[in-house]
């Protein structure tokens, strides 16, 4: 993981932005999430691009899961004096094999916001709940993903 991040808005702080995806892209989605969620009430939401091998540690030792997948979010709980804080990590070689549903700066986009949404609690245990989330990520990536 870089030891700089990335120049995001706040509350993102963004480790390792892959070269080949378009910056521009992700922070038109992260000033959409903003306004749309009042997320200027976090103090940080902290995003990281791993590689598959980083990926796979990470959900073997919190999800019990020896592979590697395209994103893991994790909420840190709020405090008195803290809001929620929270950590997404996503995978852009994972990301590859979703990339027949459309352009990789939208998939991209439609997994971090993805992962945003769960920082917010949204979750997708029923087919319902997954509608919601679905459409939601569709919304705010502003284009139609077939997924």
């Excluded at 702080?13 to 959409?32: G, K, L």
């Excluded at 395209?70 to 950590?87: C, K, R, Y």
């Amino acid at each position: 993981m870089s030891e700089t991040p990335s120049e995001f808005p706040h509350p993102f702080v963004v480790h390792d932005f892959p070269d080949d995806r378009s910056q521009t892209n992700f922070q038109r989605i992260i000033e959409v999430l903003k306004n749309r969620f009042d997320l200027e009430n976090f103090l940080e939401i902290s995003v990281s691009f791993v590689d598959p091998e980083e990926m796979r540690e990470l959900n073997k030792n919190y999800r019990d899961k020896d592979e590697a997948t395209d994103i893991l979010t994790f909420l840190v709980p709020a405090s008195d004096n803290m809001p929620n804080l929270g950590d997404i990590y996503l995978c852009s070689e994972c990301l590859k094999d979703d990339w027949e549903l459309g352009d990789p700066d939208l998939i991209l986009g439609f997994m971090f916001t993805h992962g945003v949404l769960h920082l917010l609690g949204y979750t997708h245990e029923t087919e319902e709940k997954l509608m919601v989330m679905v459409h939601l990520q569709k919304e705010i990536v502003g284009k139609e993903i077939a997924r």
